[in-house]
């Protein structure tokens, strides 16, 4: 059983389309996130839902948007892609209190065209 | 502000040498926890462990042993008779407390690839 699944693993498509990531976790936490990791391996946040309702966006474009249907679930939709959104966008979910740690799903690698 | 510096780039090492892998942080928080993740070739990241600010306890796990030291900011972390399935890179990260506590923002370090040879 997949703790925190991600789909698709790949996607490859071209500069102007709209794609979305879907997050899906099992473990029963409340928060969700969504991270970056560019080509040098860099980890940055994007997002974070705790209870469905969103607490951080860290200055991404509003061409990204997340969705948090219930508590398990968290989408990345991304409008108009462009070359520099190229890279590997991993979900993650902890249970907010005490600072727990993140589980990660095991990342999606977006190349744009 | 937070921030996680990994000035080690990428270390080689032999097979059953040992390697310290290093991490210093910044944070004007009094509580704060401290985590180490692994990135192997496949590319998922992979929870190895968790220690809050009052634990300076070493930690040891098979292999595996964490050395924090508040006094120089530091949480090391030591690979005991390398192998190479130890190859990876290797992730420090602070945690940023947010909303009451209600969500873990983890700042990263830039991490260090680790090469194992055999």
């Known amino acids: 059983d997949t703790a925190v699944s991600q789909t698709p693993k790949y996607l490859v498509t071209q500069m102007g389309n709209d794609k979305s990531i879907k997050c899906e976790q099992n473990?029963?936490?409340?928060?969700m996130y969504w991270y970056k990791q560019d080509s040098k391996k860099f980890l940055k946040i994007m997002f974070s839902y705790n209870n469905k309702e969103l607490i951080i966006n860290e200055t991404v474009p509003n061409r990204f948007s997340p969705k948090s249907p219930d508590k398990a679930h968290l989408n990345l939709h991304i409008n108009s892609l462009e070359l520099g959104d190229s890279a590997v966008y991993f979900c993650a979910s902890s249970q907010g209190k005490e600072f727990k740690a993140l589980f990660f799903g095991s990342g999606t690698q977006l190349s744009v065209l | 502000a937070q921030k996680v510096t990994q000035a080690q780039t990428e270390i080689s090492v032999v097979e059953k040498e040992d390697v310290t892998l290093d991490c210093v942080y910044e944070t004007r928080d009094t509580t704060y926890y401290l985590f180490w993740y692994k990135q192997p070739p496949s590319g998922e990241l992979v929870f190895l462990i968790r220690r809050n600010s009052f634990d300076e306890q070493n930690e040891i796990s098979g292999r595996y042993s964490w050395n924090f030291q508040k006094s120089t900011s530091s949480f090391n972390f030591t690979i005991t008779a390398s192998q190479v399935v130890d190859s990876a890179v290797y992730f420090c990260?602070?945690?940023?407390?947010?909303?009451?506590?209600?969500?873990?923002?983890?700042?990263f370090g830039t991490g260090t690839l680790l090469a194992v040879q055999p």
């Open positions: 473990l029963g936490h409340d928060t």
């Open positions: 990260a602070l945690s940023e407390a947010f909303y009451g506590g209600a969500t873990n923002k983890l700042i």
